[in-house]
């Protein structure tokens, strides 16, 4: 167990789902698992001042559906934040986390859209990151015609395993780029490395809703090379790697290569803001519902947000 105080309202939280099927996350099927996802989640939020609607586009992998989110209507150049939703390259869809959209669109007041990208084991790597570089250029390219917005830059964001396509897809778009240009990233408790053993690995393997067990998993689902670039972002040159701001959970098995990573973007020269929700858990920003206290993690990290991309 790790040496981290956990939050009451965390532990409050932990105690409810030991109750629950999910506490045999690893044990279950894909399709069970999903199942008992789905039916654990809130019911889907409105938000007065943010537009929603569902599109979707064709490209050679098949159908990628996107949810965009906005506050107004545009008459001037906005950026756009892309995310990719997170449940280890498995689990998630668009309403896993509307309300996580919901709440950064709105905060922000700044045009969102939620990339529904496919997902393993039916899609193995690399159709998650295939989908996800594909989205972002298809929205540089669509933005005015299809959303009527007018971009000045894109943020490319997520959590878990969106995290890990954030950035590899910023790393494609560092590469190669788009017209519109590549403001930021926002990367929170990503999935950087299956590498390397740490620290966090061993202290928060058991007893904090992500497991080892869960993670080995999820890791044998996605079926991808450990030491790829385009899994592994510890695996490739971080320089030219767009402002990031990147969010670790104090509680996380993924803490410490979190840390590491946001070490290594530094080393590179990017600049970047790096923010722990001591005491919290992995997945705690798509569960702020029934941990009261993470709204201020997720107040202070878009606040910093706010600021690195203006």
């Known amino acids: 167990m790790s040496k981290n105080t956990i939050r009451p309202d965390v532990q409050v939280l932990l105690d409810l789902l030991s109750t629950t099927p999910l506490a045999r996350l690893g044990e279950l099927s894909v399709e069970e698992t999903r199942a008992i996802s789905k039916q654990m989640r809130p019911p889907l939020l409105e938000q007065s001042l943010v537009s929603v609607r569902d599109i979707s586009f064709t490209h050679p992998g098949g159908e990628i559906g996107l949810r965009c989110y906005n506050t107004e209507d545009r008459g001037v150049p906005t950026p756009l934040i892309l995310y990719f939703h997170g449940g280890g390259f498995v689990l998630g869809d668009l309403d896993s986390h509307h309300e996580l959209c919901l709440t950064i669109a709105h905060d922000l007041d700044l045009p969102l859209v939620s990339v529904d990208y496919r997902l393993a084991p039916e899609n193995p790597w690399p159709a998650a990151p295939d989908d996800a570089e594909t989205a972002a250029r298809w929205i540089a390219t669509n933005a005015s015609n299809v959303l009527g917005l007018r971009l000045t830059g894109l943020v490319l964001a997520g959590d878990s395993a969106g995290g890990n396509l954030a950035a590899v897809t910023a790393r494609a778009l560092t590469d190669k780029p788009v017209d519109t240009p590549l403001i930021g990233q926002f990367l929170i408790y990503p999935c950087v490395s299956v590498v390397e053993e740490t620290r966090s690995r061993q202290e928060n393997a058991e007893g904090y809703y992500l497991t080892r067990k869960v993670l080995d998993w999820f890791t044998a689902q996605y079926d991808a090379p450990a030491d790829d670039p385009r899994f592994n972002l510890f695996a490739f040159d971080q320089t030219g790697m767009p402002p990031t701001l990147l969010v670790t959970a104090g509680l996380d098995p993924l803490r410490d290569e979190g840390r590491a990573y946001?070490?290594?973007?530094?080393?590179?020269?990017?600049?970047?803001?790096?923010?722990?929700?001591?005491?919290?858990?992995?997945?705690?920003?798509?569960?702020?519902?029934?941990?009261?206290?993470?709204?201020?993690?997720?107040?202070?990290?878009?606040?910093?947000?706010?600021?690195?991309?203006?």
């Open 262 to 310: 946001a070490a290594r973007l530094i080393e590179a020269g990017v600049p970047v803001v790096y923010q722990e929700a001591v005491g919290n858990i992995h997945g705690c920003f798509s569960m702020a519902a029934a941990i009261p206290s993470t709204k201020r993690d997720v107040d202070r990290a878009l606040a910093a947000l706010d600021v690195l991309i203006s």
